[in-house]
């Protein structure tokens, strides 16, 4: 069992940058790939960034690529999402997922965290 609990988010204006961090509590942090997903209103959820379990593998939508990086501190049990050039469109509610694989799918999420929201004003 692993439980998530996403901090970090906040209002920021465009062009700003956040920091997301994603705690994990549990054994076996370090078994899991985290993934994160972002679900703005009206819209449906969809795959942000993920990093492999020992941290040496990361992947990102085409959307934030060059503007995130994802990141994990596994001696701590924490994820990051650092979000630099943030847009307008980068506003939703964020979330962490534990996974046994990277995967932009977000049915082969095994644990969420509740979500932090991020709005960005233009």
């Known amino acids: 069992q692993v439980q998530l609990v996403e901090s970090g988010g906040g209002l920021v204006q465009a062009g700003d940058s956040l920091r997301l961090s994603c705690a994990a509590s549990g054994r076996s942090f370090s078994t899991y790939a985290i993934n994160w997903f972002r679900q703005a209103p009206g819209k449906d959820r969809e795959f942000v960034a993920a990093v492999s379990r020992s941290g040496g593998s990361t992947y990102y939508a085409d959307s934030v690529k060059g503007r995130f990086i994802i990141s994990r501190d596994n001696a701590n049990n924490t994820a990051y999402l650092q979000m630099n050039s943030l847009k307008p469109e980068d506003t939703a509610v964020y979330y962490c997922?534990?996974?046994?694989?990277?995967?932009?799918?977000?049915?082969?999420?095994?644990?969420w965290g509740k979500g932090t929201l991020v709005t960005v004003s233009s």
């Open positions: 997922a534990a996974a046994p694989v990277i995967s932009a799918s977000d049915y082969v999420m095994s644990y």
